[in-house]
């Protein structure tokens, strides 16, 4: 044997070894999602998908029934949530890694009734669920009842309703906190930060960070987690609010942190949104009280052409300083902002902290908090 074909023959086998099963370079995992079915299995197809970690969803296979079960094989390099859609049926949510999971389907007495082996994490997964599931029904349950209190005119069921209402939100998200606290450190537990608001419970998210960051620091819905939960802190209450530089309405640039020393309404609305137009006036008249006292106004607009950003300043008499760059929710402000509804704004201290924010600073709660202020 030559030694260039010996040296051929080795590089194949350091190939073969290498191109089988796991990657012990990468962390790549080779595992099977099997399905077994009890019953019709009259599905014309199964599709996996893989939510991404921005949760955009990625086909990764479509197969049929044969003999009343399928494998789809995967190689996975971290932990991630998969979707199995039975189409025009149902689907469900499972979290794949280091093992083969099998799910196991029995739909013979006219229900879809599943149970999946092989995957903690889809365990964990399937219980906050259920959770989630159990609350909205409840929920659900009120706003009828609240629905038909209103009809009728009963404001003291009305009221009684909402006090319900408040307990069991309260109840549901302390049951839901300690149950995610608790259990193990899981991707589970991640993606519900959807459902369990980041800005409303930071602190609680804060230390879920902290609990995870170093196991999952590489995981890329950690990553996708942890921009979120940056932004959420860079625009909160107590941060230093952001700087903002676009064009007003003759094309001059102009910064938000110009305004630097006084007390500035940061205020995204649009010409086309008509609950801002409706708060127009409110904030009109509190910058014609306050203006003298150091008051300002920056102003977003989401507009999307000059022509409508103009009008509605016009007709509104709006005596601020108003910028836009004109790509309606696209606008950088709005993305820096994290705003996904109008009207939405901010209230600055002169050193550029936020002191309050959306709620706080509609109708009456804006006259209130700077008369707090300035008197």
């Known amino acids: 044997m030559t030694n260039s074909f010996a040296k051929f023959i080795y590089l194949l086998l350091i190939l073969i070894v290498f191109s089988c099963g796991d ?44 003999d009343k079960s399928m494998e789809f094989n995967l190689f996975i390099s971290e932990a991630t949530l998969y979707r199995l859609d039975f189409m025009g049926y149902t689907s469900l949510d499972l979290i794949a890694y280091d093992s083969d999971i099998n799910i196991s389907v029995d739909d013979s007495n006219s229900l879809f009734e599943y149970k999946i082996k092989g995957s903690e994490d889809t365990d964990i997964l399937k219980s906050i669920g259920d959770k989630i599931t159990s609350y909205r029904s409840e929920i659900r349950d009120l706003n009828i009842k609240f629905v038909e209190a209103s009809q009728e005119q009963d404001g003291q069921l009305v009221n009684s309703i909402r006090g319900e209402f408040d307990f069991k939100k309260n109840q549901f998200e302390l049951s839901l906190k300690d149950y995610l606290s608790n259990t193990k450190n899981s991707l589970a ?25 170093e196991e999952f620091s590489g995981n890329s819905y950690f990553k996708n987690f ?12 107590g941060s230093i609010a952001p700087d903002v530089i676009l064009n007003d309405t003759s094309g ?5 942190a110009s305004l630097r020393g006084k007390y ?13 137009r409706e708060e127009n ?29 103009v009008r509605g300043i016009t007709q509104d008499v709006l005596p601020w300083i108003n910028v836009s760059d004109l790509k309606y929710y696209q606008s950088e402000a709005a993305e820096i902002y994290d705003v996904d509804r109008i009207p939405s704004a901010y209230l600055l201290d002169p050193d550029g902290k936020i002191i309050a924010k959306n709620t706080d600073l509609r109708g009456e709660n804006l006259s209130r908090k700077l008369d707090e202020i300035f008197n």
Request: aromatic share 12%.
């Open 23 to 66: 990657n012990p370079r990468n962390g790549t995992k080779n595992i099977t999602i099997s399905v077994d079915i009890i019953g019709s299995g009259d599905y014309s197809e199964v599709r996996l998908q893989k939510v991404n970690s921005d949760y955009s969803i990625e086909l990764v296979e479509t197969l049929s029934f044969d």
């Open 189 to 213: 537990v991640l993606v519900t930060a959807d459902y369990l608001d980041l800005e409303e419970n930071l602190d609680f998210w804060q230390k879920i960070y902290n609990k995870y960051s």
């Open 226 to 237: 942890e921009d979120k939960l940056i932004k959420i802190k860079s625009i909160s209450v």
């Open 252 to 256: 001059v640039p102009v910064s938000l």
């Open 264 to 276: 500035v309404l940061l205020d995204f609305w649009a010409a086309w949104c008509r609950p801002c």
């Open 281 to 309: 006036p409110n904030i009109v008249a509190n910058y014609n009280k306050y203006k003298s006292e150091g008051f300002e106004v920056y102003q977003v607009s989401l507009d999307r052409n000059k022509s409508d950003w």
